[in-house]
């Protein structure tokens, strides 16, 4: 029994650090007509249409609804890591967690908020 604890734990901490926190925009007049526009307008100034997904220049995972932007992040947010440890992330928004003073040591984070 206490096995099938311990796997379900486990697996719930696995589950935690693949997660990143969402957040909502919502949707904003167009200036020139002061109307809601038929899409959603992001940060850059790119209009998409109801329905639409895109990653944008913070790796959130964006989609244009209804009622605005629904955004997740696709990278955690770690807490527990030794102070030598960092999280690189790359252009593709995939990440690794870096330990600057031992390139070769792992980096075991306590858990990641999401």
Known sequence: MNIFLC???GLLATAT?????????????DTTTGRLPN???????????IGNAWNDKDCNRCKCLKHGIGCCSQIPRYFGLPESCKVV???DCTHKLVNENDPDSVCVPRGAVG
């Open 89 to 91: 992330v790359n252009k």
């Open 7 to 9: 796997l379900a734990l």
């Open 17 to 29: 650090l693949c997660q990143g926190f969402c957040f909502v925009l919502p949707r904003v007049l």
């Open 39 to 49: 899409g959603c307008i992001d940060a850059e100034g790119t209009i998409h249409q």
